[in-house]
């Protein structure tokens, strides 16, 4: 009994390439968007929480901003004191956002001691942002694997007419005898 492993498909003309190329750019960007998620949740984990004691700064009518944001800009405060007096500012007389204090009343406090906590990023979370950016990378080269896999199944199909016009009889293939004399008298 004899087995024959080739395939034999009539008038597909290079498509299981052109499919083959889809479902290849398909799992390769699925595994991009795996391995970026993976790498943005890993990089938030490994932040170094960092405290600073007693940034000197004001709360008046202008906005003071923090000298370190973090990794999110987005910096906790864990007290801010009168640093003439002493005494605690409540966080009512107060309000932050994005690394930026502002004052909520009318009282001017020009020598503040600001006190609070980021997350910094280390050598770990550097590389992970970086690997991260450049397997997200990969999909700009999606356009390019699709030009040369239909450059592919055009010059298949071409080799395939030029087969079956030849095959056919049609034209002469520098014999001068036989069945390829068409429209000889």
């Known amino acids: 009994m004899r087995f024959s492993s080739l395939k034999h498909d009539k008038g597909v003309a290079g498509l299981t ?6 479902v290849m750019l398909f ?7 795996i391995f970026t998620l993976m790498s943005s949740s890993l990089a938030t ?7 600073v004691s007693g940034e000197a700064g004001y709360i008046n009518a202008t906005t003071y901003t923090l000298t370190n944001l973090g990794a999110d800009g987005n910096p906790t405060i864990t007290g801010i004191t009168n640093a003439t007096s002493g005494l605690a500012i409540a966080s009512g007389n107060w309000t932050i956002a994005s690394g930026v204090i502002t004052n909520a009343t ?3 406090w020009d020598n503040a001691s600001i006190s609070y906590t980021y997350e910094a990023s280390n050598t770990g979370t550097d590389v992970i942002n970086e690997t991260s950016s ?5 999909t700009d080269w999606f356009s390019i694997f699709i030009v040369i896999g239909a450059m592919v199944v055009l010059i298949l199909l ?3 007419i030029i087969t079956a016009i030849r ?12 069945a390829n004399n068409v429209g000889s008298a």
């Open 17 to 22: 390439i052109l499919l083959s190329l889809i």
């Open 27 to 33: 799992i390769i960007g699925l595994i991009v968007m």
């Open 45 to 51: 984990a490994t932040y170094d929480t960092t405290t």
């Open 106 to 108: 009318a009282v001017v």
């Open 134 to 138: 450049a397997i997200a990378g990969v």
């Open 158 to 160: 071409t080799v395939i």
């Open 167 to 178: 095959g056919s009889g049609m034209i002469e293939t520098g014999n001068s005898e036989g």
